[in-house]
């Protein structure tokens, strides 16, 4: 059996439902992969909770609330870097889920780097820590001989990383392309049924598919991160956010999608990567598009997200489904620590 | 620079498609992977091609045949076994895609038993040695340290294994369903669009989809072996294939197939496997079945496969595609050698 130390930065919907998975799947994951996961520590921008040992959630939050005040694993002013400093070894794992700044990356950024620095491999589900510092975080990982891997910001349970560079290995990825956001597909489809724009929002939010703020999702920022992420990443490029041409789906006018629909297609919020007209240079775009029912993702509806991905030795590869919430999100962070840690198979 | 020495053995259409794919990928692999495959030898029933270096597909084969007569290359008699330990050292990879009998394994079933014995790794395509061998040749590859995959034999291009290990790890697979065979699919395809079996058929035979006896596919039993070998790696099971149970598409009723296209439906040979109704034993079976539109298969066309896994925490995952020819197979065999000695990522 090999003990894994794990910090966890980050404690809302994605961190808790972590934190019951590894729970729910201990037995699982020790007969199966012969790997012991122990939360050691649980990161916050105040402070962390730490006790010495593997921690259980009841010493991280009551009723739902994180719970600090007169708790004896609560460290207030204790860093991350301290709680990895007081482990001591190599070797342990980052789980970061903060909801990082896309401008700066934070708080992410800092805790991946510190991880990384420190030789703790890191899975890490902040996609603005990673679209903001990825290069230089890639950097860091190879300089210290640790794994960075980020299923967790590139749509979760559906495999996208996975598949471009594990299943696809040594074939050449030609184009790229893929539903990539739950929440605007929801609404899309929504809309295609019968909706209009606002009718389709105010169902997902009430659904709580959508954010109270839905602008991440809906102007396409959130499907532009991950096209980028999942494209640098196969293709081993340096892209930027500034580089992805982005439409949202914002106000988009029911007619269009009725219509598509009469013809028998439908409206996608379709991200695309593909050799553009400049040599060696790709085109990144993320916009509403009419797709036709023999089109791989057509079928892709509700808040199942796919992917399609073209190769020269491969022919065309499609994976869609993968479970849209934070049990699934967690789920894909697990998997990602499993083929760190696990033996070869 | 990691050289990895390479022994191949059946010399049809996949093993040809795989020297040139080699060929083909020499600098990618040594620029993305860090790796030099060299096949240092190319086994027969009856001798090996062997000349103490990197062979080159000249030394093996002219005018599409093998040249055997007054080539210094060939060494009628010499074993695969020897040419491995002529080599020497452990830690190298056989490549195995003879057409191995069901009843017997043979003859890769030797083949790879040896080379897992010598301390390689086997890449194995040829789907009798792991059908009659799986459960002694897992247990071999784990005795003595090293891997043992079969994208090849297992719907190759299109991935399923990498899937079910590797994406979904740390998710229960609670079932599987896949349509796994290219031709029989081709088939039905065409007799959704008209045709009656017997035409169908033919039109496959005379593009070169179909082979000229048929019978292994059409039978369902190609799709049998798929299921079986998917089935027992992802849930540690050890099922034989007489635990299948097979229908085939022989014969099909053309009524059948375009009544169920009148309806929006389409008749698809699936595999399933699913937990069955004694406790513990999962059910395996092959057959003709109608499917939905919305059926996350149903859009599989041609000579296109595809596969679904449900799980407990990611949901259900489907992929489709991947080149169904000698190249794709070629390239599933090439991903996992990559696989086996690339560096950690």
Redesign the interface.
Known sequence: MKAVPLVLTGFGHVGRAFFS?LRE?RE??ER??GLALEVLAVGRAEGCFYAGGPLDARQISQAGEPWTSGNPAWHAGLKVTDAIDRHGGRGGCLVECTLSDLETGEPGLSYVSAALRAGWHAVVASKGALVVGLPDLRALATGNGV?LKYSGATAA???TL??G????????VEGIQGILNGTTNYILTRMGEGLDYAEALKEAQDKGIAEPDPAHDVEGWDTACKILLITNACL?TDYALKDVHVAGITGLAADLVRSARREGRSVKLLATAAPGRTKGRWTLDVRPSLID??H?L??VNGTEKGI?FLTD????????????NP??A???M??DI???F?P??
């Open positions: 998975l799947k699982d994951l199966r992969y794994a349970a559906l495999p996975d598949v560079l594990f299943s696809l290995a040594g074939a050449r081993g029912p023999s791989p057509a079928q399609t030795s491969m022919g065309s590869v499609t994976v869609t489904g993968g479970r849209s049990r699934g967690a789920a894909a697990l998997k499993i083929n760190i696990r070869a198979f």
